[in-house]
């Protein structure tokens, strides 16, 4: 199954929590699968939506291109665009004092150093979908396997890990949600032990079409797509 937003005040609060207010390291990521590319979108916020405000965002442009702003200030966009009714994974990292970066399909596409400093919080909830912004940028489509860390995952764990599970006691994730819930089900799980159970606010629901996680073969290091 997947998380299914309409793009009309559809997201998910993720509530108060210090363990999704990491300042030094940040790892978010996540498969999505937009039904439009129009006007910006975002996907994971912690603040609202504005040069020189505080938190992480990271969304779709309306040019279907991925930003990521850690902290008051993003990096450059990709260059690769995503399509409508595709599923693509992002994953966007963080360290103070070096830098960000922006993996598609667990390939490097943006690496800067443009945004260094700590990352300071503003008090705003972080959400998935929208909401935490004065803009309305509500994201339309499908979302899965929406995993935060408190580290920077590498290059190779990205890579590997990007059409798998996780453990959900896996060092370092302090949120994993893998929206497999039926349709119908008003709460979203939290995998890891902090159990951040989160309800689902707007339309937003379950959808049984579409998971790209359908069919999976268990093995030690993670689920592989079959």
Do not use: C
């Not at 609202?48 to 990271?58: Q, T």
């Not at 667990?106 to 300071?120: D, K, R, Y």
Request: no cysteine; proline share 3%.
């Amino acid at each position: 199954n997947a998380l299914s937003f309409d793009g009309d005040t559809d997201f998910i609060n993720l509530g108060n929590s210090a363990t999704l207010e990491p300042t030094s390291s940040l790892t978010l990521e996540l498969w999505v699968n937009p039904a439009i590319i129009s006007d910006q979108r975002d996907l994971i916020t912690s603040g609202i939506d504005g040069a020189g405000i505080k938190g992480y965002h990271l969304s779709i442009q309306n040019d279907g291109k991925v930003y990521f702003k850690p902290g008051a200030y993003g990096i450059p966009a990709t260059t690769s665009t995503l399509s409508a009714n595709e599923w693509t994974h992002i994953a966007a990292t963080y360290e103070a004092g070096v830098g960000a970066k922006i993996y598609i399909n667990g390939q490097l596409e943006v690496s800067s150093s443009a945004v260094t400093a700590a990352i300071e919080y503003d008090g705003y909830d972080p959400t998935i979908g929208g909401i935490a912004n004065l803009w309305g940028y509500w994201y339309n489509g499908l979302m899965d396997e929406v995993r935060i860390w408190d580290d920077v995952r590498t290059a190779a764990e990205i890579s590997t890990y990007y059409n798998r599970s996780v453990a959900s006691d896996a060092s370092n994730l302090v949120a994993y949600y893998k929206a497999d819930e039926s349709p119908g089900t008003s709460t979203m799980a939290d995998e890891t032990a902090n159990a951040n159970n989160r309800t689902l606010s707007g339309g937003t629901t379950f959808a049984t079409s579409g998971d790209f996680l359908t069919t999976v073969a268990a093995k030690p290091e993670g689920n592989a797509l079959s």
